[in-house]
T-cell receptor
Framework: EAGVAQSPRYKIIEKRQSVAFWCNPISGHATLYWYQQILGQGPKLLIQFQNNGVVDDSQLPKDRFSAERLKGVDSTLKIQPAKLEDSAVYLC????????????FGPGTRLTVL | AQRVTQPEKLLSVFKGAPVELKCNYSYSGSPELFWYVQYSRQRLQLLLRHISRESIKGFTADLNKGETSFHLKKPFAQEEDSAMYYCALSGSGAQKLVFGQGTRLTINP
């Protein structure tokens, strides 16, 4: 079974620029998560989708971050404009259903904002 | 509010010695607790969860509601156990995971 795919793996941008990350979950997984992991910290949930609907986006900085999951499969996370403090690894994870307790993680995208 | 605390950022033990990675949590309801592990150059993956009450790769963890702890233990450490370990908590049914800051475990030969 193919795992969660993410691209790009690395991205370097200057502050105030825009950036987008893409995630393809495991086939058939209804629930998709985006996490932000700052160096030295554990992952922090940004947004959770169930199919193409948002379940939880309470920790998403909505003034600059946006995410969508069109057709309930792939998802994109966008930052516009980026700040220095957005430098982090962005992890995508998926699980078969909202009640399944195992989340499967992608390799992550390492973002550096200069 | 949900909170997970892993008091040790770094832990170093010798091969064959016992290992205990500490995890304490704060949650008002009935939590579900997990340990996730990230080996070098690999993805974050589930190691074990308290509801399964299973041993994975020789590791066990017992949920102690009185002490609000979920420590990860292994009686005899192996070099391949070297990794980053994260304790995580989920409220029942919500599936939103709250992670601790992680403990980097190094097993010395």
């Amino acid at each position: 079974e193919a795992g969660v795919a993410q691209s790009p793996r690395y991205k370097i941008i200057e502050k105030r620029q825009s950036v987008a990350f893409w995630c393809n979950p495991i086939s058939g997984h209804a629930t998709l998560y985006w996490y932000q992991q700052i160096l030295g910290q554990g992952p922090k949930l940004l947004i959770q989708f169930q199919n193409n609907g948002v379940v939880d986006d309470s920790q998403l900085p909505k003034d600059r971050f946006s995410a969508e999951r069109l057709k309930g499969v792939d998802s994109t996370l966008k930052i516009q404009p980026a700040k220095l403090e957005d430098s982090a690894v962005y992890l995508c994870a998926s699980s078969p259903t909202i009640t399944t307790d195992t989340q499967y993680f992608g390799p992550g995208t390492r973002l550096t904002v200069l | 509010a949900q909170r997970v605390t892993q008091p040790e950022k770094l832990l170093s033990v010798f091969k064959g010695a016992p290992v205990e990675l500490k995890c304490n949590y704060s949650y008002s309801g009935s939590p579900e607790l997990f340990w996730y592990v990230q080996y070098s150059r690999q993805r974050l993956q589930l190691l074990l969860r308290h509801i399964s009450r299973e041993s994975i790769k020789g590791f066990t963890a017992d949920l102690n509601k009185g002490e609000t702890s979920f420590h990860l233990k292994k009686p005899f450490a192996q070099e391949e156990d070297s990794a980053m370990y994260y304790c995580a908590l989920s409220g029942s049914g919500a599936q939103k995971l709250v992670f601790g800051q992680g403990t980097r475990l190094t097993i010395n030969p």
